[in-house]
């Protein structure tokens, strides 16, 4: 199984369970070949008023704990709201041509 990337831009997971759930039943975890297969991509803006950085910052905190930190990238952009920018739009593509095989 090919490695799977997943990017999350200016938002939250709102049931924290479903994540570890979803993810087993998804990648099939019972087959040690697929486990630690999916790589998490999640950004926001500091000055995001529709959801909050504490918001954003749970959300990072549950998706670690499932995925753990080594399949996790995370960044937070000073001063942008919820927009994206050429800053963040850089860090995708770089952590997409990680994942993503040619």
């Known amino acids: 199984m090919d490695t799977l990337g997943v990017v999350g831009l200016s938002g939250y997971l709102p049931k924290g369970p479903k994540i570890k759930r979803e993810r087993q039943g998804f990648l099939g975890i019972e087959d040690p070949s697929t486990k630690n297969k999916m790589k998490i991509f999640l950004a926001h803006g500091t000055k ?15 998706v670690e704990k499932v995925v753990g930190s080594e399949d996790l990238e995370s960044h937070e952009y ?10 963040e739009l850089r860090d995708v593509c770089e952590f997409l041509e990680k994942v993503v095989p040619e």
Request: charged share 30%; hydrophobic share 35%.
């Open 48 to 62: 995001d008023m529709l959801v909050p950085m504490r918001i954003f910052r749970d959300t990072r905190k549950r």
């Open 78 to 87: 000073a001063g942008m709201g919820h927009v994206t920018s050429g800053e």
